[in-house]
């Protein structure tokens, strides 16, 4: 909280001291009083909540479908170098790029908004998911094979809880480029969600109203970031005792 109150405060300080037009930089009163116009507020919640619904369905999507893809590529050696260089130069294709033609192929509803999100949030998981599992100890993997364990239970029981706590990580990275997919793919097709608010705020010489969508933005963004923190903590309080214990 004092962090949030300087940067408020030293961001009106800003705009007084240096006498700044609202028109190109407005202060943080002057996004108050844009929320302030006839149905602006239920108009901000409706293009927050498409953004949001967009960025989870995406979100979920990625990180379901990276940890099976992940888990292909740490178990079978031929198909990680057969698929890795196929998924990195994917990853390497400009996703502003790919949009409008997202929009060509799939049209103007929710799902080209939802595979740009899942193709920005895929990679971090995969990699992510992949360093976990190759790093179980070679003396957890002598014990469960002295054990007779199948891999199945390899799996199940040793090698997906030491990867967790690095899921959580292409997680943690994972969140804040959902957002930024869903806010890309919305402003190349600005019919819906904070992004194409942005758009249509921007063109009518609304600064400040665009910068209330920014602000909702990065409250989003920090807000399911921090979810993701507390169900870490939630399900992986070992996690921190052996990160202690490392160190």
Same mark, same amino acid.
């Given at each position: 909280? =004092?962090?949030?109150?300087?940067?408020?405060?030293?961001?009106?300080?800003?705009?007084?001291?240096?006498?700044?037009?609202?028109?190109?930089? !407005?202060? !943080?009163?002057?996004?108050?009083?844009?929320?302030?116009?006839?149905?602006?507020?239920?108009?901000?919640?409706?293009?927050?909540?498409?953004?949001?619904?967009?960025?989870?369905?995406?979100?979920? @999507?990625?990180?379901?479908?990276?940890? %099976?893809?992940?888990? =292909?590529?740490?178990?079978?050696?031929? %198909?990680?170098?057969?698929?890795?260089?196929?998924?990195?130069?994917?990853?390497?294709?400009?996703?502003?790029? =790919?949009?409008?033609?997202?929009?060509?192929?799939?049209?103007?509803?929710?799902?080209?908004?939802?595979?740009? %999100?899942?193709?920005?949030?895929?990679?971090?998981?995969?990699?992510?998911?992949?360093?976990?599992?190759?790093?179980?100890?070679?003396?957890?993997?002598?014990?469960?094979?002295?054990?007779?364990?199948?891999?199945?239970?390899?799996? @199940?029981?040793?090698? %997906?809880?030491?990867?967790?706590?690095?899921?959580?990580?292409?997680?943690?990275?994972?969140?804040?480029?959902?957002?930024?997919?869903?806010?890309?793919?919305?402003?190349?097709?600005?019919?819906?969600?904070?992004?194409?608010?942005?758009?249509?705020?921007?063109?009518?010489?609304?600064?400040?109203?665009?910068?209330?969508?920014?602000?909702?933005?990065?409250?989003?963004?920090?807000?399911?970031?921090?979810?993701?923190?507390?169900?870490?903590?939630?399900?992986?309080?070992?996690?921190?005792?052996?990160?202690?214990?490392?160190?």
């Amino acid at each position: 909280m =004092l962090g949030i109150s300087a940067a408020l405060g030293l961001w009106w300080l800003a705009t007084a001291l240096f006498d700044l037009d609202p028109l190109f930089v !407005p202060g !943080p009163l002057d996004l108050v009083e844009a929320t302030r116009g006839p149905g602006r507020g239920q108009y901000l919640v409706d293009r927050t909540w498409e953004t949001v619904q967009v960025t989870l369905i995406g979100f979920t @999507i990625a990180m379901l479908g990276g940890f %099976v893809i992940a888990a =292909l590529l740490a178990t079978f050696s031929s %198909v990680e170098r057969a698929t890795m260089p196929v998924l990195v130069a994917l990853n390497a294709v400009p996703k502003v790029g =790919l949009a409008p033609l997202l929009v060509v192929w799939l049209g103007f509803d929710i799902e080209p908004k939802v595979v740009l %999100v899942v193709l920005i949030c895929f990679f971090p998981m995969v990699v992510a998911t992949m360093s976990g599992l190759a790093s179980t100890p070679s003396e957890l993997g002598e014990l469960t094979a002295s054990l007779s364990a199948s891999r199945w239970q390899t799996y @199940i029981k040793v090698r %997906v809880p030491w990867a967790l706590p690095q899921i959580f990580v292409g997680l943690k990275l994972s969140v804040p480029l959902a957002v930024i997919g869903a806010v890309v793919a919305e402003t190349n097709n600005p019919n819906s969600g904070l992004g194409s608010a942005i758009v249509k705020a921007s063109a009518q010489f609304e600064t400040a109203l665009a910068f209330v969508c920014l602000v909702l933005l990065s409250v989003l963004s920090s807000g399911l970031f921090y979810l993701v923190v507390v169900v870490e903590r939630l399900t992986l309080p070992w996690a921190r005792a052996i990160t202690a214990q490392r160190m």
